[in-house]
Nanobody
Framework: QVQVVESGGGLVQSGGSLRLSCTVS????????MGWYRQAPGKQRELVAS???????NYADSVKGRFTISRDNAKNTVYRKMNSLKPEDTAVYYC??????????????WGQGTQVTVSS
């Protein structure tokens, strides 16, 4: 059974850094994309970073220049380095993995989320 597990969240001071990790395990033929959403209380979920096979990455405008996403295909793991964290970055961060499938062609799996809290 496919599982998506996030780790690396916590409490940091404004201006600090965190590194989040997300590992996908189970029966996987191909991981087409992985990335991170976040959701703050009272706000809708937003996509903050993603990476697909090949040299394709995407960052939300609010995190460009501060967040970096990378992927280790051999370990089925995606990483997110978050620098210069701001209180506005406080949210639950959810990892997703877009896996290949016969029908439909892609299936999205989600982790349970990890809390990131940035204090002022």
């Amino acid at each position: 059974q496919v599982q998506v597990v996030e780790s690396g969240g916590g409490l940091v001071q404004s201006g600090g850094s965190l590194r989040l990790s997300c590992t996908v395990s189970g029966s996987i033929f191909s991981t087409n994309a992985m990335g991170w959403y976040r959701q703050a209380p009272g706000k809708q979920r937003e996509l903050v970073a993603s990476i697909r096979n090949g040299p394709t990455t995407n960052y939300a405008d609010s995190v460009k220049g501060r967040f970096t996403i990378s992927r280790d295909n051999a370990k089925n793991t995606v990483y997110r380095k978050m620098n210069s964290l701001k209180p506005e970055d406080t949210a639950v961060y959810y990892c997703y993995a877009l896996l290949s499938s016969s029908s439909p062609p892609e299936v999205n799996y989600w982790g349970q989320g990890t809390q990131v809290t940035v204090s002022s």
